[in-house]
């Protein structure tokens, strides 16, 4: 092989092996279903602001308000029985109550990190 006069290739050293790893964060659920009420109720706070969010509903229709810093993030989402919704949306804590009174929902909830 020809020499072009650049120094010998070098092993490079290999950071932390949980560096990149740190930087991530896993989803947080609510690990698993949840009986909703006929009064709206925090389901679910992740703590910090998850940028995406991810809801099943069965049994019922749900209603489901995200909130950030205790202040609704819009206006208020039905998700009908057996469906799921699924969009980018900033929140910290997610409410749920039964659509219709007595018709009790089950939802199970998502939070995705960047």
Not at 51 to 75: F, M, Q, Y
Request: hydrophobic share 40%; charged share 25%.
């Amino acid at each position: 092989m020809r020499d072009h006069g650049y120094p010998a290739a070098r092993e490079r050293a290999a950071g932390p092996a949980g560096a990149v790893a740190e930087r991530l964060y896993p989803p947080r659920t609510t690990g698993g279903f949840v009986t909703l009420s006929n009064a709206e109720a925090e389901i679910i706070h992740f703590g910090r602001a998850v940028a995406r969010v991810k809801i099943l509903a069965l049994d019922n229709d749900a209603t489901i308000r995200l909130t950030r810093r205790g202040n609704p993030t819009g206006d208020v989402i039905v998700i009908p029985a057996g469906a799921e919704w699924d969009e980018n949306a900033a929140c910290e804590t997610v409410r749920a109550a039964n659509a219709t009174a007595g018709a009790t929902a089950r939802v199970q909830i998502e939070g995705y990190y960047l």
